[in-house]
């Protein structure tokens, strides 16, 4: 089974919500919710997407799946030393797309 971009934006939203808390989640509750520390919550995701990026074969269906042809690191402007680079750049690059700052609610379309 290969790489799915919309199955690891749901995960990763879970893994958010269960380790940072869902501010939704505690309004329903009636419940004050505390902001995560960004910077915490920047290192949660790099891990997250080293763990994902950690073989070479799933770095492949990572880029195949995100479209990831061009070597090149925009975030960086340098070029990808190789394929987990490729790929973690990829999901970074993704997860920035579909989520912005850290959000535990879906969006509608995902």
Not at 1 to 24: S, T, V, W
Request: hydrophobic fraction near 30%.
């Amino acid at each position: 089974m290969g790489f799915n971009k919309y199955q690891f934006i749901r995960d990763l939203r879970e893994d958010l919500a269960d380790e940072f808390g869902c501010p939704h989640c505690a309004e329903e509750k009636g419940e004050k919710y505390e902001e995560p520390n960004q910077d915490d919550v920047y290192e949660y995701i790099s891990q997250y997407c080293e763990n994902e990026t950690i073989y070479y074969y799933k770095c492949w269906d990572i880029c195949k799946e995100l479209g990831a042809t061009d070597f090149h690191i925009e975030e960086l402007g340098i070029k990808a030393r190789n394929i987990s680079d490729l790929a973690y750049w990829s999901l970074r690059s993704f997860i920035d797309e579909e989520m912005g700052v850290y959000n535990p609610k879906p969006k509608e379309d995902v």
